[in-house]
């Protein structure tokens, strides 16, 4: 399988859809993506019924790293918010991460407790403070193939100008991947491109319903990022789909309505690879 470095040079976008457990991250990997995106904000959605505001423990993400990485194969990029501390904080997520199985980080310049990148009322670190924690995430990695990925969300709190000044130096300090988050307008997103491509991959962040236009892989492309997610997408199809399914059933006393819009027992088995499963079992009984 080839790596998220050398996909990167590739000449296409890569598309990277969110996940938040082992389901999400089969089903995107037998729906064809190369890559998959373990949200931050999606695993306090399903696991807390909690919003992005830095409610979810570094623990908590590495379980669910390891969970997934048992189950899927694909390169996994990881939401490690701030490093979950300093610059110490930030080794230690690293090598934990690392070793549970991720295959790039991405760290960003909030303080704590973070919040969403599409929610109002952020601050920020030092630059100084944010340099500091992405040499550090880059002197712990083990293999130069986990990617840093240094976010800034310096748009919010002091203007497009100063976030560019923000990447810049987050890419000198030896970040691989820049994500200037919450761009307003597709001129914005072009500038940072503009201004921070030619150096270093820049990557997207579509969220439906938040400050940035929700451009497609296509158009994104055209406009020279290499790398978009789109974190939260799953979450919000299952949720709506989770609230038909409920009120059906509370109204009708049946799942017969939405029995088109189910997989039933033996589909969902099949997605999971029950009956493989089961054979490699017998397979290690006592009378074979």
């Keep these: 399988m080839m790596s998220l470095q050398a996909r990167l040079r590739a000449p296409s976008i890569l598309l990277v859809p969110g996940i938040f457990d082992g389901l999400t991250g089969l089903i995107a990997e037998q729906s064809g993506a190369e890559a998959v995106y ?62 549970a199985g991720a295959n790039a980080l991405q760290l960003e310049d909030q303080t704590l407790p973070k919040r969403c990148g599409h929610l109002d009322g952020k601050t920020l670190v030092p630059v100084g403070e944010m340099t500091g924690k992405l040499r550090a995430a880059v002197d712990a990695r083990q293999s130069e193939e986990t990617l840093i990925i240094a976010r800034t969300d310096a748009i919010a709190t002091d203007g497009l100008s100063a976030a560019l000044d923000r990447a810049a130096a987050y890419r000198d300090a030896g970040a691989d991947i820049l994500f200037v988050e919450a761009p307003r307008n597709r001129e914005d997103m072009q500038q940072i491109v503009a201004t921070l491509g030619p150096d270093c991959p820049v990557m997207a962040n579509i969220v439906e319903g938040g400050k940035t236009p929700a451009l497609s892989a296509s158009e994104l492309q055209e406009i020279g990022y290499r790398l978009v997610i789109f974190p939260g997408g799953a979450v919000r199809a299952l949720a709506a789909c989770a609230r038909t399914y409920y009120a059906s059933l509370l109204e009708t006393g049946s799942n017969a309505a939405m029995r088109d819009s189910m997989l039933d027992f033996a589909g969902l088995n099949d997605v999971l690879g029950t009956p493989d499963l089961l054979r490699l079992g017998k397979s290690y009984d006592g009378d074979h």
């Design 38 to 99: 373990l949200s931050g904000a999606s695993l306090a959605y399903t696991r807390f019924g909690r919003p992005d505001i830095g409610l979810v423990a570094m623990s908590e993400v590495a379980e669910t790293i390891s969970a997934i990485r048992d189950r899927i194969a694909l390169p996994l990029i990881v939401d490690a918010d701030t490093g979950f501390g300093n610059a110490l904080n930030v080794q230690r997520t690293v090598r934990v991460f690392e070793r």
